[in-house]
Nanobody
Framework: QVQVVESGGGLVQAGGTLSLSCAASGRTFSSDTVGWFRHIPEKGHEFEFV??????????RISDSLKDRVTISRDVAKNTAYLKMNNLKPEDTAVYYC?????????????????WGPGTQVTVSS
């Protein structure tokens, strides 16, 4: 059974940097895609795509609205993916989710992923 877990959330000051990690137990990433989404309650049920990375090649895709502030990477030896967001704003406050897809497709939609972590709350204070 694959379990995906995010870590690194919490309270961050505006202008600061967010660093999140995503690890999976029961699975060694190989030809997978790891994606990051966020849910902002004020925006209803929508999950916003943040970034994704192809595990084997390292190719990435980042949301156009965030690409100047976001970096996605992975450490193959640690079987862990990372999300870094700079210059945080209060509107970045959200629950951030890591998701894993069987297969190498840089999907930007939630249904493109097979396994999800429980999410980690990130709160940006002004």
């Amino acid at each position: 059974q694959v379990q995906v877990v995010e870590s690194g959330g919490g309270l961050v000051q505006a202008g600061g940097t967010l660093s999140l990690s995503c690890a999976a137990s029961g699975r060694t990433f190989s030809s997978d895609t790891v994606g990051w989404f966020r849910h902002i309650p004020e925006k209803g049920h929508e999950f916003e795509f943040v970034a994704a990375i192809l595990w084997s090649e390292g190719n990435t895709r980042i949301s156009d609205s965030l690409k100047d502030r976001v970096t996605i990477s992975r450490d193959v030896a640690k079987n862990t993916a990372y999300l870094k967001m700079n210059n945080l704003k209060p509107e970045d406050t959200a629950v951030y989710y890591c998701a894993v897809r069987d297969g190498a497709v840089l999907s930007v939609v939630t249904w493109g992923y097979d396994y999800w972590g429980p999410g980690t709350q990130v709160t940006v204070s002004s």
